[in-house]
């Protein structure tokens, strides 16, 4: 992808920094090749953690415990409403608070980016929260918390006994991975969601010994500091084909990618231009996801099913 930077502008009103990024990139069939592609915004954002938010005054930081879980958006049971109004229900009903990653902000080191969700409570409450919004149907699935590096060392113990016993106590592979330049480790259970849920209430068993680390990843987020800052993407695709999965049976797909990724997204089918606007840590997460997309498409010889 060729990147042009135009000249730097400083407003008169604000005095703040905006930069005008023009890229070329197209989703073609056989691979991404160079085209029309215009992205309009603050920058791409990097993967280095926001400075940790102010805590003075905000009850979340008053615990007493804590626990940190990775979601897709699409796998969150919200209640059918918007992310944010679930949670504020779910905080309700369950006597917890509950954070979600800054406007714009994706956990950048797990695959598919996920939103970061935090609990704050009793543990009983803080159970009771996950398992209401982990609730599915599956009889086998994947949950990825986030530790702190020391309490990390605790779970896995001398030689691996801890983390080996709670593997044979629940029946699910857990293992742990060291995240790059993070102070966090991901502890990830693939197995029942009874299992998931047992994991979770050891993990919390065991942070109170590293309080101050817990507090001190609780702030801020994962991406650049400009990722909640407004951008907007045009993107030429390749083909009508392309356009058909954007918008999905029904406009299915279409409003799947608005609901998981917050963004307002338009596709022009005739001349074959998608737009993606919001906050640009969205739209990049969002524009991640739909390269890929494509370009497993391109590597599928049958071509006929969703990526």
């Known amino acids: 992808m060729a990147t042009s930077m135009l000249p730097t502008q400083r407003s008169k009103v604000n005095k703040t920094l905006r930069v005008l990024v023009i890229a070329f990139v197209s989703y073609g069939l056989t691979g991404v090749s160079p085209w029309a592609f215009f992205y309009i915004g603050a920058g791409t954002p990097g993967t280095e953690p926001r400075a940790a938010v102010e805590r003075t005054r905000d009850p979340f930081f008053d615990g007493?415990?804590?626990?940190?879980?990775?979601?897709?958006?699409?796998?969150?049971?919200v209640g059918g409403t918007s992310l944010v109004r679930g949670l504020r229900a779910l905080e309700e009903e369950t006597n917890t608070k509950i954070r979600h990653g800054p406007k714009g902000d994706w956990f950048p080191h797990d695959g598919k980016r996920k939103k970061v969700i935090t609990f704050?409570?009793?543990?009983?409450?803080i159970l009771a929260a996950y398992a209401r919004l982990s609730s599915t149907d599956m009889t086998e699935i994947t949950t990825t918390f986030l530790v702190p590096n020391s309490a990390a060392r605790?779970?896995?113990?001398t030689n691996g006994e801890n983390i080996t016993k709670m593997k044979e106590t629940t029946s699910a592979n857990i293992y742990i991975q060291n995240v790059p330049k993070l102070t966090e480790s991901k502890l990830i259970v693939a197995g029942s969601p009874?299992?998931?849920?047992?994991?979770?209430?050891?993990?919390?068993?065991?942070?109170?010994?590293?309080?101050?680390?817990?507090?001190?990843?609780?702030?801020?987020?994962?991406?650049?500091?400009?990722?909640?800052?407004?951008?907007?993407?045009?993107?030429?695709?390749?083909?009508?084909?392309?356009v058909g999965w954007i918008i999905g049976k029904g406009g299915s797909t279409l409003a799947k990618l608005k609901e998981e990724y917050f963004l307002d997204i338009e596709v022009d089918s005739k001349m074959n231009i998608l737009k993606?606007?919001?906050?640009?840590?969205?739209?990049?997460?969002?524009?991640?996801?739909?390269?890929s997309a494509f370009i497993r498409l391109s590597e599928?010889?049958?071509?006929?099913g969703n990526p």
């Open 64 to 77: 007493p415990k804590f626990l940190k879980v990775l979601y897709e958006t699409g796998f969150m049971d």
């Open 120 to 125: 704050a409570g009793e543990a009983e409450d």
């Open 154 to 157: 605790v779970l896995i113990g």
């Open 194 to 242: 009874q299992s998931a849920m047992d994991v979770a209430e050891w993990i919390m068993s065991v942070l109170p010994a590293f309080e101050q680390d817990v507090r001190d990843n609780l702030g801020g987020g994962y991406l650049a500091r400009n990722a909640d800052k407004p951008a907007k993407i045009y993107v030429m695709l390749a083909d009508k084909k392309q």
């Open 276 to 291: 993606l606007e919001g906050a640009i840590g969205d739209v990049h997460t969002a524009h991640e996801y739909i390269n």
């Open 300 to 304: 599928d010889a049958a071509g006929g």
